[in-house]
Each structure stands twice: as C-alpha cells, then as structure tokens.
C-alpha cells in the first residue's frame, strides 16, 4: 500500500485530540442522558477505530506475516467500528434534535445499519462480499464492499434531514456544528468511496466530536459554576430523557426555607459555598438520584428507584442536621413538593412550571412538605392566558382606568383620586391588578401598560371635567420596573407636555422597593419630575421593611400608609399605637398623611382625631369609571 505513512499521521493527531477529549469529558462532573452516553461511546469508538486503523495500515503491508484470521480480525474489526460511527452519529443526532418527538424511525434505522454491517463483516471472510484476502495474501475489496460507505452516506442524508426539519430547536452554535459536522463527514465518506484506502474519517469524526465538546456536549455547560452542581439545563434534558424513557419516576423539588433572605448578608460566595455543600451532602446520601440546582436556592431531586414519599422523607431526615452557615450553625427547614412523573405532567415544563408554582405557594405559609397537584400547572396556564389578555389589551389599548376618591380631612372636599387600572378581558372576565400587574412586571408589558394608563389619565385630566368638581391632582402608581427605566421622566413630561397637564395635576404613587431595586435611577427620575413641578407619594408604607432612610432620602410630600396598619389598630390597643405613632413621626417630618383602607365611620373619626391628612377607602367610595367618578365629585361639591 503506498499511502500508509501519510494516513497513519492523521490517525495519530486524531487519537491524541481524542485522548484529550475524554480525558476532559470525564474529568469534568457531568450528569446523565441518553445523548451523554452516545457521545461517551463515540468518543471511545472513534478512538478504538483509529488504533485499529493503525493496525490494518501497518499490517496491510506484510499481511503475508501474520496468520490469516489475524488480518481478517484486525480489518473486520476495524471496519466495523468504524462503520459504525455513522449509526451511532445518527442515534447522537437524533437524541439532540428531537426533544421529546418520537425517536422509533431513527432507532430502527439505526439498529438496522448495525446489524446488515455486523452481518456483511463477520460472515466476509467466507463470502468474499465486503473483503477478502486472496492467495497471495493480497487485501482486496468484494463486490459488496461499497455497500457499507453507502450505509453511512444513507444515514448522513437522513441525518441532514432531521436538521434541516428540527433546526429551530438547536441553539445558533449547536447548527453551526451540525452543519460542520454534516459537511466533515460528507466529505470523508466521499473521499472514501473516491479512494477508498486514504481514509481520514476518523480524524473528520474527532474534529466533529471536538465540535460537539465544545458547543453541545461541553460539561461545564450544565454545571452550576458556583455551586458546582447540575444546573436548570441539566435539569432539562435530563427530565426530557426520563420522560422519553416512558418509565415513572420521581421528582422532589426543595428550597431551605429563609435562606434567600439572608443571601445578601451570607455573599456570593458563601451562599455558594452553602448550595454546594447542601448539595454535595445529599448527593453522597442519595446515590441513585440525580440533584439539580435550578437558582434562588432552589433544588430538584430525580429518581427512578425511589418513590416521592421516600425523597421527601430522605430530605427531611438530611435538614435535621444543622447547615454551616459563616461557622455557625443553623437549623434551617426546607419546603418540599414531590410529584411522580408522568402522572398529569406532558413535558419537562409542566415539571417546572408546576414545582415553581406550588414551591412559591408555600413560601411564607406553615406548610412544609406538598405534592404538587395538577392544579399548579392549571395556575400556570391561567398565567399564560392573563398574559395573553394583558398583551391583547395593550394592543387594544382597552385597559380602564378607575379613580377612587381622596378625602381632604381639613378641607372636608374630595381634592384628589387614586387612579387604578381595570382589566376587562372579553374570555376571563375581570382580573384583578393584584393577579396582573405583578404578571406585567415579571415580562417587562408593565412599561407599556404604565404609559397607556398615564396617557388615559391625562386624557380625562384634559377634560377638564373633574377639576370642575374641586379636584386637584390624580395620583397615579408607577410600578418599580417603570422606575428603573432610564427614559422614565423624559417620557412622563412628554406625555403631559402633549396633553398640556400642569405638573401639579400629578403625583406619582412608588413603592420603597422602587428604591431597593435601583436606588439612584430612582432618584434621578424623581428629581427630573419634581424640578419640573410634580410631587410624589410613598405608597404602602408599612408592608415593606419601610426603611427609615428612604423617608428622609428620597423626596416624597406624602406618605400613604397602607390597610395593614390601619385594620389591625382597630382591633388591638398595640397595634393602634404603632399607627398613632406612625402618624406622629411622618407629621413631624413634614409629610402629608394619607391612609388606605378606610372603611367605616369609626375609622374616620379616628384618623381625622391623630392628624391624618387624607383618607381613601370604601367608605366615601370604592374605584369607579371616570363618569362615574365625575358624578360623585359632583353629587358632593353640590
Ligand atoms: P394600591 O396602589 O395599594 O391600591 C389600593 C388598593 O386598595 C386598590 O386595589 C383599591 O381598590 C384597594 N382599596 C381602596 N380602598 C379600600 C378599602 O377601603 N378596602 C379594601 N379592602 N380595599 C381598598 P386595586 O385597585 O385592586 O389595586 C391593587 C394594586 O394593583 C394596587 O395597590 C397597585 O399596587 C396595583 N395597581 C393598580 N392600578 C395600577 C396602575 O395603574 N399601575 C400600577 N403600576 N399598579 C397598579
Ligand atoms: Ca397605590
Ligand atoms: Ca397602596
């Protein structure tokens, strides 16, 4: 054979990239799915059939030196691993493109290519088909030789196939190595149908599989990178392939309760350092389950082998022992949800979705340990459809506005309003702001939604109609996300400059975590909006940590202090203390005073006799239409 030095240096390069390659794969922690292990056995593959290829090369030259099933072994064997690369990439592919669809057709063809290989090279040496050594001792091809390249460019065809059709679900750098991938070996099997001796195949398949490494198969893609543990995507593809496995098995979702909390006070890295060790520990006691950290101290157990009740029982039994938090340890308990899959869950998002939800349910509540109903998938859709109204409703622009009168204690006219925003979907009904402004904010429609709604204020502002009746000034919520925007106060000022709305016809309603959030856009904006003549109100004070500094750092003219404190000095001489001295420390720092949730005649008197300023309830009225509003301003003007 004349071109055995030149393959034999391919060969070389490709068993030491290859040997690099496992040696990474396997140093790296990784976790376990169907398309792991096919790469696993490509890896192995590729590199046996480039020793091997060494072999025959090296062997072809004096095949008249070794025995005759010698020779043949080396190149049956060689051949067929060879070969078999092409069934295995189609298996790999398969596993990759085709999240959750039905994999039968590529399995049986897969399986099918193996076997008319197996069958074609083991029975060779007695037919002659593929190759065989003549008296001589000269390797020569059978006529059926071509059939097995022919295989593999089938497969290379299908597998083309079933990019170009799931091509959408492959992230932009997975195709690229498709495509690489798909032209690399296209190329070696025509090369090799060309000249069937100058084979590089196996240095095209190692090149691939680095490919593959990089973008694909790349462990420490699935690692959490702080606390060393299997991450959300993990998660993913793992449940997908217990799923497509139509075997059941378990889930169990946890999260030590309170931690979050204390996340910023821990640090990063000792946060991480907790996640991790919480994780390794469970690891160790649960060998035959699989542990993933999806973030916010969230963390997800599969298993195959236990049952849900088992795992809840396991993580109890685990949190009975203190956590190390900074050298001191803490007793911590976690909320658990369990769930046996499938049961009600179709895919790997009902799984998260539904963990999600009941996990957040939980938080706050006294219950620890759940199992995870189809009602929390149901709640998960109810979301996807309120989302859907919300967008439909920007898109309409039919939200409504309503305003809910202020009682002016010293003046004893209803001077200002509280706009409130209705949504009236035509399918769902009413839906509370409650249910869909925290929606809005968490997929970014609440910018939108804001700028609508202060356009129909100051629409309504424009008519003129209720400062006829005596009113002042609208106020109006701006959500924390509104707040962090950049753009905020030029946007606000242009609305009102379009409508022509003096400045002192608003005021803006934000919340302290408006300032947890983004502290100095915060400020920025508001400084831009009071230079330019509007005022603010902190609302809901007394629900948040109703931080003592914003009081006096950020400048607001009014404070409304929320339902929670009024309701309970109601009932309590305790708590009316706390709401008497809530009073008098914001009248002495010079805000005005309005309280929420006013609803009886007792309260009235009540508030009027410590000073409040103004008072916002069911009492005088609850958020009505504009109309509406317009004649209650009027039926008490008159
Ligand atoms: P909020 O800003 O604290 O608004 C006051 C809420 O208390 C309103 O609920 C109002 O209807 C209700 N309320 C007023 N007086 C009484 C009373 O005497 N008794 C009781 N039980 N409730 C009373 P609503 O309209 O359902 O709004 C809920 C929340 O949704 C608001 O709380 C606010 O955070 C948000 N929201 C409403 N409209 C908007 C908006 O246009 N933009 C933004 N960003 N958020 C809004
Ligand atoms: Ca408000
Ligand atoms: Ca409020």
């Not at 055995?4 to 040696?23: K, S």
């Not at 302290?512 to 004070?541: C, H, K, P, Q």
Request: one cysteine or more; aromatic letters at 12%.
């Amino acid at each position: 054979m004349n071109s055995i030095d030149y393959v034999v240096e391919y060969e070389f390069t490709a068993m030491a990239l290859l040997i690099v390659l496992i040696g990474l794969y396997n140093v790296r922690a990784k976790f376990r799915t169907t398309a792991n292990a096919v790469f696993s056995v490509m890896m192995g593959a590729t590199l046996v059939s480039a020793v091997l290829h060494t072999f025959t090369t090296t062997m072809l030259g004096h095949a008249e030196d070794f025995p005759l099933w010698l020779n043949y072994a080396v190149n049956i064997a060689y051949l067929f691993v060879y070969e078999g690369l092409a069934p295995l990439s189609l298996f790999y592919v398969s596993e990759i493109t085709r999240h959750g669809s039905r994999r039968s057709a590529d399995r049986v063809i897969v399986v099918s290519a193996l076997i008319a290989e197996a069958a074609m090279l083991f029975t060779t040496p007695f037919t002659r088909l593929v190759i065989y050594f003549d008296d001589e001792m000269n390797y020569l091809h059978g006529r059926l030789f071509n059939v097995i390249p022919g295989i593999a460019l089938f497969i290379l065809i299908y597998e083309v196939v079933l990019f170009v059709r799931f091509r959408k679900r492959l992230k932009p750098v997975q195709s690229a190595s498709m495509v690489v991938f798909t032209s690399l070996t296209f190329f070696a099997t025509l090369i090799q149908l060309v000249f069937p001796d100058q084979i590089i195949g196996n240095y095209m398949v190692a090149l691939s599989l680095l490919m593959f490494y990089i973008s694909i198969e790349n462990p420490a893609d699935y690692i959490d990178s702080i606390t060393g543990c299997a991450n959300a995507e993990a998660f993913f593809i793992s449940a997908e392939s217990y799923l497509n496995r139509k075997k059941s098995f378990s889930a169990a979702a946890f999260c030590p309760q309170g931690l979050e909390y204390i996340t910023e006070y821990l640090g990063a890295k000792e946060s991480g350092r907790v996640c991790a060790e919480i994780a390794q520990k469970l690891k160790r006691r649960l060998k035959r389950s699989e542990i993933f950290y999806l973030g916010s101290w969230e963390f997800v157990l599969l298993s195959e082998s236990a049952e849900p009740a088992e795992l809840a029982e396991v993580l109890r039994d685990f949190f009975k022992e203190p956590v190390s938090l900074m050298g001191i340890e803490a007793a911590v308990t976690p909320y658990i949800c369990t769930l046996k899959c499938p049961g009600f869950v179709k895919n790997v998002k009902d799984i998260r979705d539904a963990i999600d939800y009941t996990l957040k349910s939980m938080k706050g509540g006294k219950e620890t340990l759940a199992e995870v109903t189809p009602k929390a998938i149901e709640a998960k859709q109810r979301e996807l459809k309120v989302l859907a109204a919300i967008r439909q409703a920007i898109k309409d622009d039919s939200f409504q506005m309503y305003y809910q009168p202020l009682y002016d204690v010293k003046s004893g006219k209803f001077t200002s309003a509280e706009a409130l925003i209705r949504l009236i979907d035509p399918e769902l009904g009413f839906i509370s702001p409650d249910e869909f402004i925290p929606l809005a904010e968490s997929n970014g429609l609440i910018t939108d939604i804001g700028e609508l709604s202060f356009r129909a204020v100051c629409r309504f502002l424009k008519s003129g109609k209720p400062q006829q009746y005596g009113l002042k000034y609208i106020e109006v919520n701006l959500s924390v996300l509104q707040c962090a925007q950049e753009k905020l106060g030029s946007q606000l000022i242009g609305i009102m400059e379009e409508f022509g709305i003096a400045p002192e016809q608003i005021n803006f309603e934000i919340t302290e975590t408006a300032g947890l959030a983004n502290y100095d856009m915060l400020l920025r904006n508001m400084n831009r909006l009071i230079s330019w003549g509007v005022t603010f109100s902190m609302d809901d004070y007394g629900t948040g940590f109703s931080t003592a500094n914003y009081l006096i750092s950020l400048p607001m003219e009014i404070v409304k202090i929320d339902k929670s404190i009024l309701w309970p000095a109601m009932e309590s001489a305790e708590a009316f203390i706390i709401l008497r001295h809530t009073v008098e420390m914001l009248r002495s720092l010079n805000k005005k005073i309005v309280v929420e949730g006013v609803e009886t005649a007792e309260m009235v008197k009540l508030l009027s006799d410590i000073g409040c300023d103004f008072l916002q309830g069911y009492y005088y009225s609850k958020p009505v239409p504009a109309d509406d509003f317009v004649m209650f301003l009027a039926r008490k003007s008159a």
